[in-house]
């Protein structure tokens, strides 16, 4: 298990930018696949990007192919997702969440998750 506090939600303007990160504590961070998820108010969780230890492996969800980035700095142990071109329906709670090992885009393979930042985007 690892610790995880994301950062950088708010409200933008639709066709604006944020940029979240999700710090983590413990020195295994490069062991982790780490992922972004979202839940809009009455929704289920939904998967955003992943990304694998390395940076080498990443998908996104066809919602957001395009306009998010999903990076990470393993010797900052934080990963980060770009959102740009923003939108009304990404607006969300959006939580990082750590996988050990394997690169997956499974809610259910994530053991660690962090507590939610909320992004609203204006229209």
């Known amino acids: 298990q690892v610790q995880l506090v994301e950062s950088g939600g708010g409200l933008v303007q639709a066709g604006g930018s944020l940029r979240l990160s999700c710090a983590t504590s413990g020195r295994t961070f490069s062991s982790y696949t780490m992922g972004w998820f979202r839940q809009a108010p009455g929704k289920e969780r939904e998967f955003v990007a992943v990304?694998?230890?390395?940076?080498?492996?990443?998908y996104y969800s066809d919602s957001v192919k395009g306009r998010f980035t999903i990076s990470r700095d393993n010797a900052k142990n934080t990963a980060y997702l770009q959102m740009n071109s923003l939108k009304a329906e990404d607006t969300a709670v959006y939580y990082c969440a750590a996988a050990l090992g394997v690169l997956t885009t499974r809610a259910v393979d994530f053991g660690s998750w962090g507590q939610g930042t909320q992004v609203s985007v204006s229209s």
């Open positions: 990304i694998n230890w390395s940076g080498g492996g990443i």
